[in-house]
């Protein structure tokens, strides 16, 4: 199992590989070193999202189309998914991911948690 940015203050990392071949990370709209996400809405969390999940997937040696699936937590589902879609479609183009969105309540002011599961080669 190899954890991948770890955080040496409290037992969480952002990503795991496990099995040898299972990558699974949680990102989330807030830079590191912040702790309020990024202005402007949920699209603007999505961005930053995949910003960080591009860093967590280029250290496990892949990139955005060894994903999978993706589960997002968004603070209000009909409010925000139309934001959210926009910045998927950009992100992943024609890659199908199978996704599941949850409303759920978030903490620090965030509009979006995703969770991203991809296949090491």
Same mark, same amino acid.
């Given at each position: 199992?190899?954890?991948?940015?770890?955080? /040496?203050?409290?037992?969480?990392?952002?990503? &795991?590989?496990?099995?040898?071949?299972?990558?699974?990370? &949680?990102? /989330?709209?807030?830079?590191?070193?912040?702790?309020?996400?990024?202005?402007?809405?949920?699209?603007?969390?999505?961005?930053?999202?995949?910003?960080?999940?591009?860093?967590?997937?280029?250290?496990?040696?892949?990139?955005?189309?060894?994903?999978? /699936?993706?589960?997002?937590?968004?603070?209000?589902?009909?409010?925000?998914?139309?934001?959210?879609?926009?910045?998927?479609?950009?992100?992943?183009?024609?890659?199908?991911?199978?996704?599941?969105?949850?409303?759920?309540?978030?903490?620090?002011?965030?509009?979006?948690?995703?969770?991203?599961?991809?296949?090491?080669?």
């Amino acid at each position: 199992m190899r954890f991948i940015d770890a955080d /040496t203050k409290f037992p969480i990392s952002s990503a &795991v590989v496990h099995s040898g071949k299972i990558f699974e990370a &949680v990102v /989330t709209g807030i830079p590191d070193g912040s702790s309020n996400p990024v202005p402007g809405g949920a699209g603007a969390e999505m961005r930053e999202a995949f910003r960080q999940l591009d860093i967590l997937l280029k250290e496990a040696g892949v990139d955005r189309k060894a994903v999978c /699936t993706a589960r997002l937590y968004l603070q209000d589902v009909l409010a925000d998914i139309a934001a959210v879609n926009v910045e998927w479609k950009a992100y992943f183009g024609d890659h199908p991911v199978v996704r599941r969105a949850y409303g759920v309540v978030l903490q620090s002011g965030m509009r979006i948690e995703a969770a991203f599961t991809a296949e090491i080669p």
